[in-house]
């Protein structure tokens, strides 16, 4: 038996990256997650197709028939839907590849409707036959089927990808990309455990619902016992969280494109369905965020209060919230830091979510160390049940100063991640860093939750005293003196 080298992560980093650098030019850098997304799925699903009638057909003594079954494959490709049928494609390629996507959606409606997106992959204008010949001969130069590339390597090589579009498009308060510390940390937090339910209800490209299986591959449990649910408005981002799920070797999960907060996709009978562990980074103080339905909301979500009908960052924690195990559940939002203090509507809210003692903690993080923007912004921690010795208290962390300054962004290393998952977990004071604080006090703050008011930083007086200023002056002032004369002496030569 002939044995096959794996594709390393490094090799397969290097080819993702060269697919964009083809497109470079005739599409915008923004619109490469659209083309190169799909593109890569679909070469996945042909290799492993491939591999598995390879499989039947050695099993059968070659019965085409037997090893085209649709039991013996993860996903049916049709009749000229085939990456191959592609290859051979010299004129109106683009079209080609719709009448491929659509093909593979049809005949695997249950996975794969809609997957692979609307891009207009037959505008010529943008995508000629012969920069599309390149790009498809491109990814033709890798097998991708299990047996040349891990799953596990392709889903990083994957998340490569989904950040290094995130530094070219730049885009604003980490709407599409998370930095992976900041999941890692949620994830800790939240503490997901096998045959756990897991929800993201802003879930953009999956990594949060990813995280929780890693959590649990890095503690040596069985991952494959946890489902996820994720839930996400933009088409592209919905697309490519559940490719990258599949490219993961995830299967037990649900994604679905649409609205979270004016539709719902998650039910148990006429409630919204719970979940034991809810995570998110939502989008930072939407402003059409569905207000006019919130007063009445058929779901049950106000439970707190109604949000500012421009900015819809309380109607995301209530939502996560009534999405909790009454038992079980705890939460994870990263929110701006004007959450924790702004008046009106939203300190009503947080009043009440206080009184129902459902928040556990407020983490501050340092500055921009979000994709596109320069704030500051926090985690907030709630949990259905606290344990006994928590309860009637809220453990606040000062971690700005956890960070690498960098240069035109900061970063939230490992062994900060550590720290501050440490002060959580050990709930108790460190003077400059953590306070526990009781409901009472922040109820006398007018349930103000921003963390300076806790957390007062020590300021240290460097300052020397009038009377070691006053000396140091007049050795200065002595010095200058001599400079002079010196001075004098040298130029009297010369005169």
Same mark, same amino acid.
């Given at each position: 038996?002939?044995?096959?080298?794996?594709?390393?992560?490094? &090799?397969?980093?290097?080819?993702?990256?060269?697919?964009?650098?083809?497109?470079?030019?005739?599409?915008?850098?923004?619109?490469?997650?659209v083309y190169?997304?799909? $593109?890569?799925?679909?070469?996945?699903?042909?290799?492993?197709?491939?591999?598995?009638?390879?499989?039947?057909?050695?099993?059968?003594?070659?019965?085409?028939?037997?090893?085209?079954l649709?039991?013996?494959?993860?996903?049916? !490709?049709?009749?000229?839907?085939?990456?191959?049928?592609?290859?051979?494609?010299?004129?109106?390629?683009?079209?080609?590849?719709?009448?491929?996507?659509?093909?593979?959606?049809?005949?695997?409606?249950?996975?794969?409707?809609?997957?692979? +997106?609307?891009?207009q992959?037959?505008?010529?204008?943008?995508?000629?036959?012969?920069?599309l010949?390149?790009? !498809?001969?491109?990814?033709?130069?890798y097998?991708?089927?299990?047996?040349?590339?891990?799953?596990?390597?392709?889903?990083?090589?994957?998340?490569?990808?989904?950040?290094?579009?995130? =530094?070219?498009?730049?885009?604003?308060?980490?709407?599409?990309?998370?930095?992976?510390s900041?999941?890692?940390?949620?994830?800790?937090?939240?503490?997901a455990?096998?045959?756990?339910?897991?929800?993201?209800?802003?879930? +953009?490209?999956? +990594?949060?619902?990813?995280?929780?299986?890693?959590?649990?591959?890095?503690?040596?449990?069985?991952?494959?016992?946890?489902?996820?649910?994720g839930?996400?408005?933009?088409?592209?981002?919905?697309?490519?969280?559940?490719?990258?799920?599949?490219?993961?070797?995830?299967?037990?999960?649900?994604?679905?494109?649409?609205?979270?907060?004016?539709?719902?996709?998650?039910?148990?009978?006429?409630?919204?369905?719970?979940? =034991?562990?809810?995570?998110?980074?939502?989008?930072?103080?939407?402003?059409?965020?569905?207000?006019?339905?919130?007063?009445?909301?058929?779901?049950?979500?106000?439970i707190?209060?109604?949000?500012?009908?421009?900015?819809?960052?309380?109607?995301?924690?209530?939502?996560m919230?009534?999405?909790?195990?009454?038992?079980?559940?705890?939460?994870a939002?990263?929110?701006?830091?004007?959450?924790?203090?702004?008046?009106?509507?939203?300190?009503?809210?947080?009043?009440?979510?206080?009184?129902?003692?459902? $928040?556990?903690?407020?983490? +501050?993080?340092?500055?921009? !160390?979000?994709?596109?923007?320069?704030?500051?912004?926090?985690?907030?921690?709630?949990?259905?049940? &606290?344990?006994?010795? &928590?309860?009637?208290?809220?453990i606040?962390?000062?971690?700005? =100063?956890?960070?690498?300054?960098?240069?035109?962004?900061?970063? $939230?290393?490992?062994?900060?991640?550590?720290?501050?998952?440490?002060?959580?977990?050990?709930?108790?004071?460190?003077?400059?860093?953590v306070?526990?604080?009781?409901?009472?006090?922040?109820?006398?703050?007018?349930?103000?939750?921003?963390?300076?008011?806790?957390?007062?930083?020590?300021?240290?007086?460097?300052?020397?005293?009038?009377?070691?200023?006053?000396?140091?002056?007049?050795?200065?002032?002595?010095?200058?003196?001599?400079?002079?004369?010196?001075?004098?002496?040298?130029?009297?030569?010369? $005169?």
């Amino acid at each position: 038996m002939v044995m096959v080298e794996k594709l390393t992560l490094s &090799k397969l980093d290097q080819y993702l990256s060269k697919a964009a650098w083809i497109l470079k030019g005739p599409v915008d850098a923004s619109d490469f997650k659209v083309y190169i997304f799909p $593109l890569l799925f679909f070469k996945r699903i042909s290799d492993v197709y491939d591999e598995e009638f390879q499989q039947a057909l050695e099993e059968s003594q070659g019965d085409k028939d037997y090893a085209s079954l649709p039991e013996f494959h993860r996903f049916e !490709i049709p009749k000229e839907c085939h990456w191959n049928d592609i290859r051979e494609t010299t004129v109106n390629v683009g079209q080609k590849l719709e009448q491929a996507f659509r093909g593979i959606e049809q005949a695997n409606q249950e996975f794969l409707y809609g997957i692979f +997106g609307d891009a207009q992959w037959s505008n010529k204008n943008k995508l000629s036959d012969r920069l599309l010949i390149e790009l !498809i001969e491109h990814f033709s130069q890798y097998n991708l089927a299990n047996s040349n590339v891990d799953p596990d390597i392709l889903g990083q090589a994957y998340e490569y990808l989904i950040k290094s579009f995130a =530094d070219l498009t730049n885009k604003k308060g980490g709407e599409f990309y998370t930095p992976r510390s900041v999941v890692h940390l949620m994830g800790l937090i939240v503490d997901a455990k096998p045959g756990e339910s897991v929800y993201d209800p802003a879930c +953009g490209t999956g +990594g949060m619902l990813l995280e929780s299986i890693n959590h649990l591959k890095e503690l040596g449990l069985d991952y494959r016992t946890l489902k996820l649910y994720g839930q996400e408005k933009n088409l592209t981002s919905s697309s490519i969280a559940r490719m990258n799920m599949f490219l993961h070797g995830i299967e037990d999960f649900q994604i679905v494109r649409d609205d979270t907060l004016r539709h719902p996709a998650f039910f148990e009978g006429d409630e919204l369905k719970t979940f =034991d562990c809810v995570i998110a980074n939502p989008p930072f103080s939407l402003s059409e965020w569905g207000a006019e339905n919130w007063a009445s909301d058929p779901f049950g979500r106000n439970i707190a209060g109604v949000p500012p009908q421009g900015n819809g960052d309380m109607a995301w924690v209530q939502h996560m919230i009534k999405s909790m195990n009454a038992n079980t559940g705890r939460m994870a939002i990263v929110l701006p830091n004007g959450a924790l203090f702004r008046k009106g509507a939203e300190g009503k809210i947080r009043k009440a979510l206080l009184d129902m003692d459902l $928040l556990g903690a407020v983490i +501050g993080l340092g500055s921009n !160390i979000f994709y596109g923007t320069q704030l500051s912004p926090s985690i907030l921690i709630f949990k259905a049940k &606290k344990e006994a010795t &928590k309860k009637g208290k809220v453990i606040f962390i000062d971690a700005a =100063d956890q960070v690498r300054v960098g240069r035109a962004q900061n970063f $939230l290393e490992k062994s900060h991640v550590e720290q501050i998952h440490n002060w959580y977990n050990n709930n108790i004071d460190v003077a400059d860093f953590v306070k526990v604080v009781t409901v009472e006090a922040i109820a006398e703050n007018d349930y103000n939750l921003n963390i300076p008011l806790y957390i007062d930083k020590a300021v240290e007086d460097n300052l020397p005293t009038v009377e070691e200023a006053t000396a140091k002056l007049k050795a200065a002032w002595n010095d200058v003196q001599l400079a002079e004369e010196n001075f004098k002496k040298i130029l009297s030569r010369f $005169l």
